[in-house]
């Protein structure tokens, strides 16, 4: 690897470890081994670099919950029940939600930055149309190629709803989220018009 994919490499172990406000350039340059005049050079500036510690960290987060089989896969199969596979779906995304609380807690601290951080908010928000449309594939079995960009609009802002409040919900009660089947469940009742009382 050269300066540039070195200093990428150090600023997501930054994140990951000391998280994003707390991150100094002198942090990355000592977790990247590269010098301090590299940063602006390669990047420009040390939140430049930060910002796209954060896109890339998201990006490789997503791409690996898009690979690993869950224990339901063939309910993930393109061609099966779909709330059997949006079960099967968020069951292994709650996995990883629940074992990588580093990752957890660097995104919902930068969802917290976001009103007061105009560079962080452009930068995420240039990335977050495909966000969508990566979670619409998953989700549907399909290829991104083959999700159209009112579906990506609508239906991944559902889901990128749902995602980011799970990764809260996971960090103020953990022993608390609900299992992929329960929000398949809580979707049907709503989609039914269920009305449940206390008896």
């Not at 960290?57 to 993930?76: L, Y």
Request: some cysteine.
């Amino acid at each position: 690897m050269g300066h540039r994919e070195d200093l990428l490499e150090g600023a997501k172990r930054c994140l990951l470890e000391k998280g994003y406000a707390r991150t100094t350039a002198r942090d990355i340059v000592a977790a990247s081994g590269a010098n301090l005049a590299s940063i602006g050079y390669h990047y420009g500036s040390k939140d430049a670099l930060m910002r796209q510690a954060v896109i890339a960290s998201s990006e490789e987060w997503g791409a690996s919950v898009a690979e690993v089989p869950s224990a339901g896969s063939d309910a993930r199969a393109a061609d099966a029940d779909p709330l059997e596979r949006f079960a099967a779906v968020w069951d292994n995304v709650l996995r990883r939600i629940a074992t990588e609380r580093e990752f957890i807690a660097a995104q919902v601290e930068v969802l917290g930055l976001l009103p007061r951080d105009e560079g962080l908010r452009e930068a995420i928000g240039e990335v977050l149309p495909e966000g969508n449309e990566g979670l619409v594939a998953i989700f549907e079995g399909v290829p991104d190629t083959e999700v159209d960009a009112e579906a990506a609009r609508v239906v991944g802002s559902f889901y990128q709803a749902l995602l980011t409040g799970l990764m809260v919900q996971s960090l103020v009660t953990p022993d608390a989220l609900p299992s992929g089947e329960d929000l398949a469940a809580a979707l049907r009742r709503v989609t039914a018009g269920e009305v449940l009382r206390k008896p």
